[in-house]
Nanobody
Framework: QVQLVESGGGLVQAGGSLRLSCAAS????????MGWFRQAPGKEREFVAA????????YYADSVKGRFTISRDNAKNTVYLQMNSLKPEDTAVYYC????????????????WGQGTQVTVSS
């Protein structure tokens, strides 16, 4: 059982950067795989990035590969999404999620979700 609180969203110009943070509470955080998903208005929720409990394995959607980096600091109970070279099409509500099983890219296989944080990229 974990609780997730996200921060770091906001308004940024195209080409800029943001770092999203997801602070977790719960005694088993370090054993959970973590993922980031996003949902734009009128669109389906989509996978962005995921990381295994150890941090050794990471996965990215093709649309963000090379621009976004997922990481975690288990000592701080926090997962991050560093977003560089942002594009207007990155505009969405970003959600972090936790899964008490092997890392996956499917949103409906995650157990716990944050409240979401808005990222808006202007052209």
């Amino acid at each position: 059982q974990v609780q997730l609180v996200e921060s770091g969203g906001g308004l940024v110009q195209a080409g800029g950067s943001l770092r999203l943070s997801c602070a977790a509470s719960g005694r088993t955080f370090s054993t959970y795989a973590m993922g980031w998903f996003r949902q734009a208005p009128g669109k389906e929720r989509e996978f962005v990035a995921a990381i295994s409990w150890s941090g050794r394995n990471t996965y990215y959607a093709d649309s963000v590969k090379g621009r976004f980096t997922i990481s975690r600091d288990n000592a701080k109970n926090t997962v991050y999404l560093q977003m560089n070279s942002l594009k207007p099409e990155d505009t969405a509500v970003y959600y972090c999620a936790a899964r008490a099983h092997i890392v996956t890219t499917s949103w409906d296989e995650y157990d716990y979700w944050g409240q979401g944080t808005q990222v808006t990229v202007s052209s």
